[in-house]
């Protein structure tokens, strides 16, 4: 054990927050939050964890202030920090997909391209990217930051469309809004300082972090088989199955039977079970996994 905590890690406050938890636990590390404090405990004496505004942490990262942190790929840019990328976590608070940075107008307006808003007030949060995109295209337009609320501006008639985030459109399509084109792609980014990965030991401990997280997420996706066959059933069951190399095999006491384990894909999995009964498999049980390394 370290006299003192390695590894300073800046994890993501608010929308992120309850999901990066999630993600850390089923990785191996339990993260305690209290009330009203921005430094949680972790399970492990070689990481102090501190929660920051996603917004905030490229920098942070970028000064030294954290050693590495969980932030998104939007904030980067929109920031220009300059730091590692360990790697991309695809996942957010309501899906494992990217969300996306969308210009959005009134459903009942004429625009319908970026082009149409040439002279308009465009309302946003993410400003920098806002900027360079519509300069991309060379539309004038005139951008402000958005505080919040940002798209009830386009119904209250403070701006002509916006440029805000969406995993699922469904706040865009609450308001009326109409999507006319995406600004951005963007998701969850393990980053980390130069300095920092420098440094053998915080950068064994970065690396663990990221396999073990990567592992967990990989996860999401997969459950395991396991079930009993007759042998002369075995290659039936077996072009049944896809695996992640090749199912295990292995013989029963009785001699006329096998038993075959293999991880599949959660998408399949409610459609692979009936087929295995069909073609002889019997006592199939179905577990989720943790980590798939």
């Known amino acids: 054990m370290t006299d003192a905590p390695l590894l300073k890690l800046g994890l993501p406050k608010g929308s992120l927050e309850e999901s990066t938890i999630d993600l850390f636990s089923r990785a191996g590390w339990k993260i305690h939050r209290y ?19 996603v917004q905030e ?18 904030w980067i840019l929109e920031t220009g920090a300059d730091v590692v990328k360990i ?14 940075w969308v210009l959005a107008v009134a459903g009942s307006s004429e625009y319908t391209k970026p082009q149409d808003l040439a002279g308009k007030h465009i309302a946003t949060e993410l400003i920098g990217v806002a900027k360079r995109y519509f300069e991309n295209l060379g539309i004038p337009v005139k ?3 958005s505080w919040g609320a940002t798209e ?4 209250e008639g403070l701006a002509d469309a916006i440029v805000e985030v969406t995993e699922t459109e469904t ?23 130069a300095r920092t990965m420098d440094d053998p030991a915080k950068r064994r401990k970065i690396e663990q972090i990221d396999l073990l997280l990567q592992g967990a997420l990989r996860a999401e996706s997969l459950v395991c088989l396991k079930m009993n066959a007759p042998t002369d059933k075995l290659n039936a069951v077996l072009d049944l199955l896809p695996a992640l190399n090749s199912p295990t ?21 409610r459609d692979l079970i009936p087929q295995l009964r069909h073609v ?3 006592g199939i049980l179905e577990y989720a996994l943790n980590k798939v390394i």
Not at 57 to 74: C, F, M, N, R
Not at 87 to 100: E, G, I, M, Q, T
Request: hydrophobic share 40%; with cysteine.
């Open 57 to 74: 942490i490229p920098l942070y990262v970028q000064d030294g202030v954290l050693d590495a942190g969980l932030t998104g790929k939007d």
């Open 280 to 282: 002889g498999a019997e």
């Open 152 to 155: 009830a501006k386009v119904v």
């Open 35 to 53: 009330t009203r404090n921005y430094f949680p405990s972790i399970n492990d004496p070689e990481i102090t964890a501190r929660l920051c505004r």
């Open 171 to 193: 706040t865009i399509r609450a308001h009326s809004l109409r999507i006319i084109d995406e600004v951005l792609s963007t998701n969850t980014v393990f980053i980390a300082n």
């Open 249 to 269: 095999v292995a013989p029963l006491q009785n001699g006329s039977w096998v038993s075959v384990e293999t991880v599949v894909g959660t998408d399949i999995v």
């Open 143 to 145: 951008i402000t930051y």
């Open 87 to 100: 790697s991309d976590l695809v996942y957010s608070k309501a899906s494992n997909k990217p969300a996306r």
